[in-house]
Nanobody
Framework: QVQLVESGGGLVQAGGSLRLSCAAS??????MGWFRQAPGKEREFVAA???????YYADSVKGRFTISRDKAKNTEFLQMNSLKSEDTAVYYC???????????????????WGQGTQVTVSS
């Protein structure tokens, strides 16, 4: 049974940092990523990483967030620095199959989702 379990969310002041983790079990994935959903807004892409290494970021987080993975532990991480109030959202871990092309993965590439972890940035 495939399961994604996030951890590391919480409350932080603007300018601070948080590190999210997502442990996958049941299988390994060629693609892992993070999405977020703020109140009253649609879920949006944050970052993704392919098994072979390439990473992708939303423009809004580029330069502040870093995605990485520990293949041996089947875990991915999202290091979030210089957090802003607009980063406040529920963050979801996602996993799926990487497409042959190296374009930024679409939401449809992800077929497994975690339960979400709240990140709140106070200004």
């Amino acid at each position: 049974q495939v399961q994604l379990v996030e951890s590391g969310g919480g409350l932080v002041q603007a300018g601070g940092s948080l590190r999210l983790s997502c442990a996958a079990s049941g299988r390994t994935f060629s693609l892992m990523g993070w999405f977020r959903q703020a109140p009253g807004k649609e879920r949006e892409f944050v970052a993704a990483i392919r098994w072979s290494g390439p990473t992708y970021y939303a423009d809004s987080v580029k330069g502040r967030f870093t995605i990485s993975r520990d293949k041996a532990k089947n875990t991915e991480f999202l290091q979030m620095n210089s957090l802003k109030s607009e980063d406040t959202a529920v963050y979801y871990c996602a996993a799926g199959v990487a497409a042959p092309s190296y374009e930024r993965p679409s939401t449809s590439s992800f077929n497994a989702w975690g339960q979400g972890t709240q990140v709140t940035v106070s200004s």
